[in-house]
């Protein structure tokens, strides 16, 4: 399975953005990069998810290098509630036909969001 | 909107004892997915079902069970409980999709079932 590098940790003011990056230097071409968050005590939380275009939801914005080698985790205004382990994964499709494959967590960010 | 319910939320049991978890996925999602995290480590993947069979099979020991049902709901059994079983189990469910598509499929996470192993 292609693996992501994530940095231990990252610090952010409340109200101001915050860039979380993720290296996958071996994806393959059919590869979606997915980004997944848990704050402390819940289940983990899909944020966002892009296969080669930047992408936008009201959660997130997902920037993809063009080589899709790396990607980076945009949250436009972290707030106290953003403080979490921001997951991201690498996830095939399933051409066997068994449904979906399963996600493989790594290490993660922990954010923490001081005020 | 509906969310993956999970049940029971906490367990306590002696070691050498059984329990059962049981997860209700989101209303016609196929795939239904089980993890296991234990204290201060990250969501390690156990088993997942497709269309009630089998179809992916991580780190689950072999005291553990697992059956997706007709009405899709899944049931995780664990025998034998030792203490080293104590963590928070999730599950998870999605759409399986088309097989070209299914990397764009999202998972829902239930809140989890916290089991205690005394």
């Known amino acids: ?115 | 909107a509906a969310g993956v319910i999970q049940s029971p939320r906490h367990l306590i049991k002696e070691k050498r004892e059984t329990a059962t978890l049981k997860c209700y996925p989101i209303p016609r999602h196929d795939t239904v997915y089980w993890y296991q995290q234990g204290p201060g480590q990250d969501p390690q993947f156990l088993i997942s079902f497709y269309e009630k069979m089998q179809s992916d099979k991580g780190s689950i020991p072999d005291r553990f069970s697992a059956q997706q049902f007709s009405d899709y709901h899944s049931e995780l059994n664990m025998s034998s409980l030792e203490l080293g079983d104590s963590a928070l189990y999730f599950c998870a469910s999605s759409f399986g999709g088309t097989p070209a598509l299914s990397g764009a499929n999202v998972l829902t996470f239930g809140a989890g079932s916290r089991l205690t192993v005394l």
Not at chain 1, 80 to 101: E, H, M, Q, W
């Open chain 1, 1 to 115: 399975d292609a693996k992501t590098t994530q940095p231990n940790s990252m610090e952010s003011n409340e109200e101001e953005p915050v860039h979380l990056p993720c290296n996958h230097s071996t994806i393959s071409g059919t590869d979606y990069i997915h980004w997944y968050r848990q704050l402390p005590s819940q289940g983990p939380e899909y944020v966002i998810h892009g296969l080669t275009s930047n992408v936008n939801n009201r959660m997130a914005s997902l920037a993809i290098a063009e080589d899709r080698k790396s990607s980076t985790l945009i949250l436009h205004r972290a707030t106290l509630r953003d403080a979490a382990v921001y997951y991201c994964i690498l996830r095939p499709n399933a051409y066997s036909g068994a449904g979906s494959y399963q996600l493989t967590f790594g290490k993660g960010t922990k954010l923490s969001v001081i005020p």
